[in-house]
């Protein structure tokens, strides 16, 4: 594994941390909500949704469908099914675009680390702390 299932855990446990007391051990109420908060948030190293790189378009949070938004209100069904068309027409881009970025944070990290130790032969008379 590569540590992103890690990397999302600790983010789930920070967002369940800060309501810890507020929410008096109701943590499993809050999960779908810090997840959707997630999953609708840019990362860090694609600057991309999750949400956007699966379906294809961004996500309307729920406030704007339970407070009946402008965005809602001009919801047009076939804008809609064309827009979501022509997104779906560059997903496969968007994915690779993303892919691309990450590669590119894991390569600088790398090299960052690499020019940052120096290696050490031991041999097997050497102590070692």
Do not use: C
């Amino acid at each position: 594994m590569n540590g992103q299932a890690d990397s999302a855990n600790r983010v789930l446990l920070r967002g369940l941390r800060g309501d810890w007391k507020r929410k008096k051990g109701n943590w499993s109420e809050e999960v779908p909500r810090i997840l959707w908060s997630y999953h609708t948030t840019p990362q860090s190293t694609t600057k991309e949704m999750a949400f956007s790189l699966v379906y294809g378009s961004g996500a309307m949070i729920p406030v704007e469908v339970q407070e009946n938004s402008p965005r809602f209100h001009s919801f047009v069904v076939e804008e809609s099914n064309e827009g979501r068309r022509m997104n779906l027409d560059f997903l496969e881009e968007a994915r690779d675009h993303a892919r691309i970025k990450s590669e590119a944070l894991r390569r600088r990290v790398e090299l960052r680390h690499k020019t940052k130790t120096r290696p050490r032969q031991f041999k097997v008379v050497d102590l070692v702390m």
